[in-house]
C-alpha cells in the first residue's frame, strides 16, 4: 500500500530514532528524499500530500534498512558533499569529514599568489587535492595515495569537477622527493590511535578502510615524521607544510616540527574547539 511523503518521512524518522540522534535522523530524512525522489526540504512540505511511487518506496526502505545496519548514508548513495562540491565515494575511501574543509579554507586563504605547486599527500577520495585546484589560483597540484582504488575514486571524481590534479601511486613511508619544487604539502594521513577504537561508531570502524585511519598506539606521529621529512627536502625555502592531526597529540607534533627545524608552527582549532590543524614554514636559511 502506497503512501504519501508526510507518512514515508515520518515513517523515516521514526524506524531511525531508535538508532539516531534527532537532528542527524531529520537530515538523514531529508538526504533520502533529495536522492531517491529528488525532492528539497521545502518540496517534502509543499508536496506532503503526494503519493511516494512504489519504486521509490523501496529504495527508500532498502535505504533505512541499511542505515540500521550502521552502513553511512554516503556509501549508500555513494557521494558526500565537501567544499560546496559532490565527491563519489566508496568503501576504499575516507568520507570526506566538514572539518576537512577548514584546512582547504585556510590553504586558500593564506596563499593567494598564483601558479603555486602543491602536494597533497594520502589523498584518497582527492577532495582536498582537487578542492585546492579550483580554489586557489592556477595552481599545479598533484597527490599521491598508496591505494590504487583509492587513487581511481580520487580520479574519477577530479574529471567529473573538472580538476586539474596530476595522481600518482606511492607510499609516503619510502618516497623520494624532488628537491624544492613545491611550494605547499598538505595531509591528512592515518592519525586515530588504534585505543581510541572502542569509542568510535560501528559505522566507521565496519565501513571505511581501516589503513587511512589508524595509527600504532607507540607511534602515532608515524606518518608526520615521515611526511615532515619529505617537504623539508621537496619545499622551497619559506613553502608551507599544513597537516590535519588527532588533537590527542597537538603537543608532541608541535615538539617533534620544532626539534626537525620547521618555523612559524601553529596549531589551529576546528569548530568544535579541537587543535586539528598544524601549519609550519620550511626556513628559508639552513
Known amino acids: 500500500m502506497s503512501s504519501n511523503v508526510r507518512e514515508t518521512a515520518r515513517k523515516i524518522r521514526q524506524s531511525l530514532l531508535g538508532k539516531y540522534p534527532a537532528g542527524e535522523a531529520d537530515a538523514m530524512t531529508a538526504i533520502i528524499f533529495e536522492k531517491v525522489m529528488n525532492y528539497s526540504r521545502v518540496d517534502m512540505i509543499m508536496r506532503e ?92 597540484v598533484s597527490a599521491i595515495d598508496i591505494s590504487p582504488a583509492a587513487l581511481a575514486v580520487a580520479r574519477d571524481n577530479a574529471k567529473a569537477l573538472r580538476a586539474r590534479v596530476a595522481f600518482s601511486q606511492a607510499d609516503i613511508l619510502t618516497a623520494v622527493p624532488e628537491k624544492e619544487s613545491l611550494d605547499i604539502i598538505v595531509s591528512n594521513p592515518p592519525y586515530i590511535d588504534e585505543q581510541e577504537k572502542q569509542a568510535m561508531d560501528a559505522n566507521v570502524l565496519d565501513y571505511e578502510p581501516a589503513t587511512a585511519l589508524f595509527v600504532p598506539d607507540d607511534n602515532p606521529l608515524l606518518f608526520y615524521r615521515a611526511i615532515q ?35 612559524d608552527i601553529d596549531c589551529m582549532r576546528d569548530f568544535y574547539g579541537r587543535e586539528r590543524f598544524t601549519s609550519c614554514t620550511k626556513p628559508t636559511e639552513q
Open 49 to 140: 500530500d503526494s503519493e511516494v511511487p512504489e519504486f521509490a518506496s523501496a529504495r527508500i526502505d532498502d535505504a533505512v534498512a541499511r542505515l540500521l545496519r550502521n552502513e553511512p548514508i554516503q556509501h549508500i548513495f555513494g557521494e558526500a558533499r565537501f567544499a560546496g562540491h559532490t565527491f563519489k565515494v566508496t568503501p576504499d575511501t575516507l568520507i570526506p569529514r566538514p572539518e576537512t574543509e577548514q584546512l582547504v579554507d585556510m590553504i586558500a586563504g593564506e596563499n593567494t599568489a598564483p601558479d603555486l605547486r602543491v602536494l597533497d599527500i594520502g589523498t584518497g577520495s582527492g577532495c582536498i587535492a582537487i578542492s585546492l585546484a579550483i580554489a586557489m589560483k592556477w595552481p599545479q
Open 229 to 263: 621529512r619529505y617537504a623539508m627536502t621537496a619545499l622551497k625555502p619559506g613553502g608551507r607544510l599544513y597537516f590535519e592531526i588527532n588533537p590527542r597529540h597537538a603537543a608532541e607534533m608541535k615538539e617533534m616540527l620544532a626539534q626537525a627545524g620547521w618555523r
